[in-house]
């Protein structure tokens, strides 16, 4: 089944598809955790289901479903960003192989086994370098008949132009606050509010932040405050190098974002990190705001450059350092 947050796309598409409209190249956008690279394997499961139900979505019971449950359906390729074959790195740089991209042409260019659609989903398009990138065009342009290619990217802009205008894109909002809550409460999250605040509105990402990523916060709240402890922060750098590089780093620009409401707006401030009020509070008093700013700088440009590998021991040091002095 699909989000209940994605009612409105799901009727497009089936509405497209039953009057032979659907285009061969969609494009799901959107913030990260709306469950965009679900909503694809839904409608290539429905698309392909011996006996959709009325709403097309695939039986889960017939041979096809049972394939595509178990991602061995001939018919469904799937790819996904890859480390470097050779790499050892705790936080390798992700991307979509051409080599990867070239044996998805050859299986799509080959008759469908089950005489139905050949759907070929590639999540986190964006990772694609561009000559891997330019090689799709033909495939775009060309596409064998009932062929469907499905590029799912939070970041379509990092996408050659060439692509996206051959694609139609699908967009995938955040839902609004009551919808999103709900869903988090049938899932038994607590303090689903905060989760969600965390998220910044995204409800995957806000299950996953109550959930497994309970214990990195634990560590990153410790780190932060350790200067307020009186300790160093400095032995939480190995620990964080370990964690999802990208994941700390929002984290940290939402403390620090924190620390600019504090500052500008006063101690009324809205804060993301709401359970921390307190050692924020004490912690903007004390801060100068020149400082706070440069900081917050220093973590877009972070967060911007994802992709480039980097040494994550070192720029752990650095931030927490930064954050310490602020
Ligand atoms: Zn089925």
Redesign the pocket.
Known sequence: MIYPWQNRQWQQLQQQRRQRRLAHGLLFTGPAGTGKKHFAHVLA?GLL????DASDF?????D??KLIAAGTHPDVHVLKPTPPPTSTSSNPVLTIKIDALRAMYRALSETSQFGGYRVAVIEDADRMPTQAANSLLKTLEEPGDDTLLILVSSHPHRLPVTIRSRCQQIRFNLPDTAQALAWLGQHGIDDAQSALKRAHGAPLLAKDHAASHAQARDLMVQALNAGSRGQASIPYANKLAQLPKDLLLVWLLDWVSDLVRLLTVGNDAELVNEDQRKVLQARAQKADIGRVFSLHDQICALIKAEGIALNLQLLWENLLISWDNV
């Open positions: 499961q289901c011996e006996q959709p695939g039986c889960r019971l017939c096809a479903c």
